[in-house]
């Protein structure tokens, strides 16, 4: 996955009109880069069974 | 040592033993321990608000815990007695109404001592400058007690209530247990109305946090109005105890933690108990789901108040606060399917087996816990905790072993849903062959002599 950026992360922010200061940001950007990773490898390996098509391993 | 400080290692059922044979009155236990609180926790830091001595009458009995004080952890209501989840979003908060378990003690005719100490609303990384500092690990005091419910654990730990109250999201009432030396119980997933308390509704828990299981069967019993503390005693249990092997073997544990579990392990099979190996894809999956939840349900419950009252949340709290805003439904849903999925994986094996059997923490002290390595907002340190929390198996930290350093080292069972009464018996069946229960730390009079990073 592509790292997050903090500019990324404050137009994410904005779009949820969160209005966080640079602190914030840069204390958040890493968690949620590790969040955003979690999520989306949940959704692959965790897909509804009629849209898998390889058993996942560990 | 004067005969009224030993007051402070009676259990629960020793202290109500003595209520009704008359050697012990409600007002002189409640009386010492309040000494016992405004000697040592100036040191300790785990009291929040402790309560003025309460009207202890006994009029008509009600149980085992009628007239026995306890602690609760201070993100859970308490009906007329201030509660801050140690925040200073509710520093001057007295809620109207108990929250359901409150209710159920009460009712029990147990007493609140206290409210107790707790990382901000149960979730971030405690520091010097939260509205009531981190406490300190009774038994390492240069080490903070791991958390959410550290003042709980280092209360009971510390002979400053026999019992309290926790909330368990992730393994925040078994991990700090595990590592002040007490017994943590994290029930099935809606057996006790956890409703009330600062908490992820969907994988948090109302538990228990005693330093012995007849206890924690007790309050249980208080809790649920069933009978948990009579089945310890019944002839007929659990044998056949899976250890998910795999799962142990790649979080890489302390090596300390490793040779504890494998003596405990050996216990189990002296007691007779045949001690095999299962397999459960996924429970590292679950960990890191239970965690994804616990953010976006975090940022769901404080969303509001971190829009008007940001700065009065502590720095790493109104982060880890508002982190879930950035995840989205679809991350959401296939975290609560990862629940689903090893939900299923774990109930089939507890088909062949009675309970399963891993470490509590991987680690041993809080800040390890909170190293970049464990990424405590994805549930690293809470491998082997957290799992249990989205599938909704009752799990329990007993004490388990002692560290060369000297900190308590836990062991974890976990059992059907709803198997409570058997995890009990087995857990009570391994404290009873192991001496880590009779232990208790030395009193920590250490004034100014030992100072906390920030």
Redesign the interface.
């Known amino acids: 996955m592509k790292q997050l950026s903090v500019a990324r992360l404050r137009q994410m922010a904005s779009s949820l009109d969160l209005d966080l200061n640079a602190e914030e940001l840069a204390g958040m950007r890493p968690m949620v880069q590790d969040l955003l990773e979690v999520g989306r490898r949940l959704r692959r390996d965790y897909a509804p069974r009629i849209y898998r098509r390889t058993r996942r391993s560990e | 040592m004067s005969p009224r400080e030993e007051l402070h290692l009676l259990t629960v059922a020793e202290a109500g033993r003595r209520f009704r044979d008359g050697s012990l009155t409600s007002s002189d236990y409640v009386s010492a321990l309040m000494e016992r609180i405004r000697r040592l926790d100036p040191q300790l830091r785990s009291v929040i608000t402790l309560t003025g001595p309460a009207d202890v009458e006994i009029v008509s009995w009600r149980g085992p815990l009628h007239g026995i004080p306890i602690g609760i952890k201070d993100s859970i209501a308490t009906a007329g007695i201030r509660t801050t989840a140690n925040s200073h979003v509710l520093a001057g908060w007295v809620p109207a109404e108990d929250a359901p378990a409150v209710a159920a003690v009460r009712a029990a005719g147990a007493i609140v001592l206290a409210k107790l100490n707790l990382n901000e609303f149960a979730w971030g990384i405690p520091s010097e400058d939260d509205l009531f500092p981190p406490p300190r690990n009774p038994w390492s005091p240069e080490h903070r007690a791991m958390g959410s419910s550290s003042g709980s654990a280092v209360a009971v730990a510390s002979g400053l209530c026999p019992a309290a109250l926790g909330t368990d999201a992730g393994g925040s009432v078994r991990q700090p247990a595990a590592n002040c030396g007490v017994v943590g119980l994290k029930p099935t997933h809606g057996l006790i109305d956890s409703s009330g308390t600062f908490a992820a509704p969907t994988i948090c828990e109302v538990g228990p946090i005693t330093r012995t299981i007849e206890d924690a069967a007790l309050l249980l019993d208080a809790l649920t109005g069933a009978p948990y503390a009579e089945s310890l005693l019944r002839p007929t249990r659990p044998t056949r105890i899976g250890v998910p092997r795999r799962h142990i073997e790649a979080a890489e544990s302390d090596r300390q933690i490793g040779t504890a579990f494998e003596d405990a392990l050996q216990v189990l099979r002296q007691l007779g108990m045949d001690v095999v190996e299962v397999d459960i894809?996924?429970l590292?999956?679950a960990a890191?789901?239970d965690?994804?939840i616990l953010?976006v349900e975090a940022f769901s419950l404080h969303e509001h108040t971190l829009?008007t009252r940001r700065a009065d949340y502590g720095?790493s709290s109104?982060?880890?606060h508002?982190?879930?805003?950035?995840?989205?439904a679809?991350?959401y849903v296939?975290?609560l399917?990862?629940g689903d999925?090893v939900r299923k994986r774990v109930d089939d094996v507890l088909s062949m087996v009675d309970v399963l059997a891993t470490p509590v923490v991987p680690v041993l002290t809080a800040e390890a816990a909170r190293s970049a390595k464990a990424?405590p907002?994805?549930g690293g340190a809470a491998i082997f905790t957290a799992p249990f929390n989205l599938t909704g198996h009752p799990a329990i930290s007993i004490p388990g072993g002692m560290s060369t350093e000297g900190i308590p080292i836990g062991f974890q069972l976990i059992g059907r849903a709803r198997g409570e009464a058997d995890l009990l018996w087995l857990a009570h069946q391994y404290e009873q062959a192991t001496p880590w229960h009779t232990m208790h730390p030395a009193d920590v009079e250490i004034a100014s002599s030992h100072s906390m990073g920030g």
Not at chain 2, 322 to 328: E, H, K, P
């Open positions: 894809d996924g590292a999956d890191e789901a965690f994804l953010n829009r720095q109104r982060l880890y508002m982190q879930g805003a950035f995840l989205s679809a991350d296939a975290a399917r990862v999925v990424q907002h994805t």
